[in-house]
């Protein structure tokens, strides 16, 4: 199975700042890895998909990169609403795994 | 609006059985790849069961390969997941998950509220 690890496993960060999360995934996934956000109690929101495409109705503050074993999600400005964890998965491979998470807290 | 409505869950002992039921508003189901994907705390998202678009091939992960069976009615446009065998192991919060198209390959874009699944004795 591909293994996905995520960087940092969870992040302190102020409203305004920019702020990357890493994902590396152990074997090339081309571009085939999404990026979800999840509010705690919530379902996950898919923000990107084919690593740098925007999902329909998500700001442009999220953007991603990356290609073939490492990928970076960006949020440009921090908003309240944004502390919340972070995954990516990535779906070349079957089965089609997650990383761990990255929790974005209010510093 | 698409919406996705899980049901089905609960409180099920070791070796018992459940059937998890997911309605859907505003799809066609032959358009879309449909999943089941849990979610514990130890083990985070995993996604379990899968079904393409045509319904002619499904997705089982290993650890629940033989236990759990995905299908769907589209008639009533609702995704099922058949789990027997149930161990503890397979306690988690089930979200019924839409993929972006036939695939799966573009991302989850609309999920369910969750069902929670608990097994113990």
């Known amino acids: 199975d591909i293994q996905l690890t995520q960087s940092p496993s969870s992040l302190s960060a102020s409203v305004g700042d920019r702020v990357n999360i890493t994902c590396r995934t152990t074997?090339?996934?081309?571009?085939?890895l999404n990026w979800y956000q999840q509010i705690p109690g919530k379902a996950p929101k898919l923000l990107i998909y084919?690593?740098?495409s925007l999902q329909s109705g998500v700001p442009s503050i999220f953007s991603g990169s990356g290609s073939g074993t490492e990928f970076t999600l960006t949020i440009s400005s921090l908003q309240v609403e944004h502390f919340a964890t972070y995954y990516c998965?990535?779906?070349?491979?079957?089965?089609?795994?997650f990383g761990q998470g990255t929790k974005l807290e209010i510093k | 609006e698409v919406q996705l409505l899980e049901s089905g869950g609960g409180l099920v002992q070791p070796g018992g059985s459940l059937r998890l039921s997911c309605t859907a508003s505003?799809?066609?189901?032959?358009?879309?790849?449909m999943t089941w994907v849990r979610q514990t705390p130890g083990k985070g998202l995993e996604l379990v069961s899968g079904?393409?678009?045509?319904?002619?091939?499904?997705y089982h992960a290993d650890s629940v390969k033989g236990r759990l069976t995905i299908s769907r009615d589209i008639s009533k446009n609702t995704l099922y997941l058949q789990m027997n065998s149930l161990r503890v192991e397979d306690t988690a919060v089930y979200y019924c998950?839409?993929?972006?198209?036939?695939?799966?390959?573009?991302?989850?874009?609309?999920w369910g509220q969750g069902t929670t699944v608990t097994v113990s004795s």
């Open positions: 998950a839409k993929s972006r198209g036939l695939y799966y390959y573009f991302g989850l874009d609309v």
């Open positions: 079904i393409s678009g045509s319904g002619a091939s499904t």
């Open positions: 074997q090339t996934v081309t571009t085939y």
């Open positions: 505003g799809i066609t189901f032959t358009q879309y790849a």
């Open positions: 998965q990535q779906t070349y491979y079957i089965p089609y795994t």
């Open positions: 084919a690593a740098s």
